[in-house]
């Protein structure tokens, strides 16, 4: 099973967990149970996230160190900067 494929798989599951968290809300649930089932989601999703991470690092930005295009090492470090400094903000 390729990277794509393994992050499919589990955005998939993602979105059965979210329609889940969507009709416990309906359902009027215990919010307590609702808050776990929104910390578990969120968990879920850092995980794909750092697969897409792992996968980026991996491919785009290790081609740019091995082009010795010192323009493109930059940008892909400046794309990750901004990514992470919007995701603070």
């Known amino acids: 099973m390729g990277p794509n494929k ?6 998939s599951r993602i979105e ?6 969507a009709q416990m809300v309906e359902e ?3 919010c307590i149970d609702i808050l776990q089932q929104f910390q578990a989601v969120k968990a879920a999703l850092a995980k794909a996230e750092t697969e897409i991470l792992k996968n980026h690092a991996a491919c785009c930005v ?5 082009s010795g295009d010192a ?9 990750l900067v901004d990514l992470f ?5």
């Open 62 to 66: 290790a081609e740019a160190i091995a």
């Open 16 to 21: 059965g967990q979210v329609r889940g968290l």
């Open 71 to 79: 323009e493109d090492q930059r940008q892909k470090f400046a794309e």
């Open 85 to 89: 400094a919007k995701a603070k903000a």
């Open 6 to 11: 393994a992050v499919l798989n589990r955005l």
């Open 28 to 30: 009027d649930r215990y």
